[in-house]
């Protein structure tokens, strides 16, 4: 019996127990500390120096050589690479059966208009005799509708003597311009068809452009580059590594539109070529120079990170919670680099202590404690 009442008394005061310890509320969970970083204002600088821009060397003018009638090269008039002039002949086509319809189609003509003399003397008996009553007036209709026909017929043999004048013209390929020829695609005695055989190519080399892309947020700059823009100026250059072709360029064109898959217009730039040192297709870098009279925004290199080919930095807000914000990156100067948008200067960054950062992070300045001595 004491021992019943001994248990009673146990298990009353485990219940007891449990029902305080489920009444207590369990302490909020303490934010994460604060994380020590180094932090840079972005500053401006006025130095002057090279926005650099992918480019691709083309020619100004440049055009397939193609046959205009089917048969076989009977000629090749010109080395392989040469310059060639405006009109000059580079290939000649089998001008056999071309030259056989020509004649056919003369001897045609000739009958044709042998046949109108015929009707146009038969139209002008008829119509004197006509003048004296002496013929019905049905055979002088006959007769002035057999010269209208005879007329037509001379005019459609006539069409039919320049289209196959053209077909022998064609025969005879020349440059549509001058400037450089390049490997010829065919060789004497290959059968070529009309409008489908490619014979050569054929470009101007002396000036020569230089094609690369502009995001549309530099649109304007370089318009107003074009229109302030004067001979041999040195705001235009490219680069092979590290050698600089010697002369200036200047903008020959920029294009009538942006591309809307990637925000960017091709502009063209002109260079002289006199030495032939440039070849169309070759990959270059375009250096434009940029005295910047405001300022452009410098930050230190290592503040950037990249994500998939796009650059970012850490920049501190309110409270010290860092953002991520994207930026359009310039220039590397040394140990910075240019920020073209998405930082104005004064801003705070974070430039050690990124690896440990996220989105909304919160960070702090002060040196890490030192370690306790034991």
Wanted: proline residues 5%; aromatic residues 6%.
């Amino acid at each position: 019996m004491q021992f019943l009442s001994m248990k009673a008394l146990l298990t009353a005061g485990i219940t007891m127990l449990l029902l305080s310890c489920g009444n207590k509320q369990a302490p909020p969970p303490s934010p994460p500390p604060a994380v020590p970083v180094t932090v840079e204002e972005a500053r401006t600088t006025s130095a002057s120096y090279f926005d650099e821009y992918p480019g691709t060397v083309v020619a100004l003018n440049q055009t397939e050589i193609r046959a205009q009638v089917s048969g076989y090269i009977t000629g090749i008039y010109f080395k392989d690479g040469s310059k060639v002039r405006k009109g000059q002949r580079l290939y000649s086509i089998d001008q056999q059966l071309y030259n056989a319809n020509y004649q056919q189609a003369i001897a045609n003509l000739q009958l044709q208009q042998s046949n109108l003399m015929k009707a146009q003397k038969d139209a002008d008996r008829y119509h004197e005799l006509d003048k004296k009553d002496a013929i019905a007036k049905q055979q002088v209709d006959y007769a002035d509708a057999a010269l209208e026909a005879a007329k037509r017929q001379v005019d459609a043999a006539r069409a039919g003597v320049n289209a196959v004048k053209a077909s022998v013209n064609f025969s005879t390929i020349v440059a549509p311009f001058s400037g450089t020829i390049g490997i010829s695609q065919v060789r004497s005695g290959t059968s070529v068809v009309a409008g489908q055989t490619i014979l050569n190519t054929i470009s101007t080399d002396n000036p020569i452009g230089v094609d690369f892309a502009v995001d549309q947020k530099e649109v304007y700059r370089f318009s107003l580059l074009q229109q302030a823009q004067k001979p041999r100026d040195s705001t235009f250059s490219i680069a092979f590594g590290t050698d600089v072709y010697a002369h200036n360029g200047s903008i020959n064109l920029i294009d009538r539109a942006v591309d809307p898959q990637t925000g960017t217009i091709k502009t063209r730039l002109t260079f002289l070529n006199d030495k032939n040192m440039l070849k169309a297709g070759m990959s270059t870098t375009v250096r434009v120079l940029n005295n910047a009279t405001q300022g452009s925004v410098v930050i230190p290199y290592k503040a950037v990170t990249e994500q998939l080919g796009e650059y970012f930095a850490y920049v501190v807000g309110d409270s010290s919670k860092v953002s991520q914000r994207k930026l359009l990156l310039g220039k590397q100067i040394g140990q910075d680099i240019i920020v073209r948008d998405g930082l104005t200067a004064g801003e705070k960054i974070v430039v050690q202590g990124i690896q440990n950062l996220r989105e909304g992070a919160v960070i702090t300045t002060a040196p890490p404690p030192a370690p306790v001595k034991k």
